[in-house]
T-cell receptor, first 115, second 114 residues
């Protein structure tokens, strides 16, 4: 009963380094999301995807790129990490329903520190 | 963009007592969805309860219930018979009927004391 799995759970980077966060879901959900959580700010949407091969910008997309090559995976990339990107990153997924809104299922988060 | 406001950064309640967490939101839409998520120290985001705006009846889930006042754009969460395991950060969230993602409030930190 994996649900939404995020890899890695914790990472420290140096300014200017690049990395990719992986999100995998086994619920066959159509929609996937990346959020960041900063102290006192709640969760803010970075990018989202409504299906394989499609992505869209959220509230705070600058400095991030995403890809959804497979339905079950949603990748978040940082090309040149900056200290302002130090945060906890959450991936979520949800399914499409015309009869009832479906809640988002969250992964356990990735704590990312940029030095 | 819709905004969600949680005016209580921190709250405390004694075990077995009742506590109410406040949430207000701003939208011009008529159909939308509201959620309360719980985030314990483990960092997991756990859905507590949800409400469809077109439903007048307030949602309930065991010890958790909401007071949804559509005209006032208010969506408070009541926790009855508080338990130590209810200690967590609670987030109110809004989702548009035409959108996909959640707009979160800044959260309320709830501490349940013995």
């Amino acid at each position: 009963n994996a649900g939404v799995t995020q890899t890695p759970k914790f990472r420290v980077l140096k300014t200017g380094q690049s990395m990719t966060l992986l999100c995998a879901q086994d619920m066959n959900h159509e929609y996937m999301y990346w959020y960041r959580q900063d102290p006192g700010m709640g969760l803010r949407l970075i990018h989202y995807s409504v299906g394989e091969g499609t992505t869209a910008k959220g509230e705070v997309p600058d400095g991030y790129n995403v890809s959804r090559l497979k339905k079950q995976n949603f990748l978040l990339g940082l090309e040149s990490a900056a200290p302002s990107q130090t945060s906890v990153y959450f991936c979520a997924s949800s399914t499409l329903s015309t009869s009832q809104v479906q809640p988002q299922h969250f992964g356990d988060g990735t704590r990312l520190s940029i030095l | 963009a819709q905004t969600v406001t949680q005016s209580q950064p921190e709250m405390s309640v004694q075990e077995a007592e009742t506590v109410t967490l406040s949430c207000t939101y701003d939208t011009s839409e008529n159909n939308y969805y509201l959620f309360w998520y719980k985030q314990p120290p483990s960092r997991q985001m756990i859905l507590v309860i949800r409400q469809e705006a077109y439903k007048q009846q307030n949602a309930t889930e065991n010890r958790f219930s909401v007071n949804f006042q559509k005209a006032a754009k208010s969506f408070s969460l009541k926790i009855s018979d508080s338990q130590l395991g209810d200690t967590a950060m609670y987030f109110c969230a809004f989702m548009s009927n035409s959108g996909y993602a959640l707009n979160f409030g800044k959260g309320t930190s709830l501490l349940v004391t013995p």
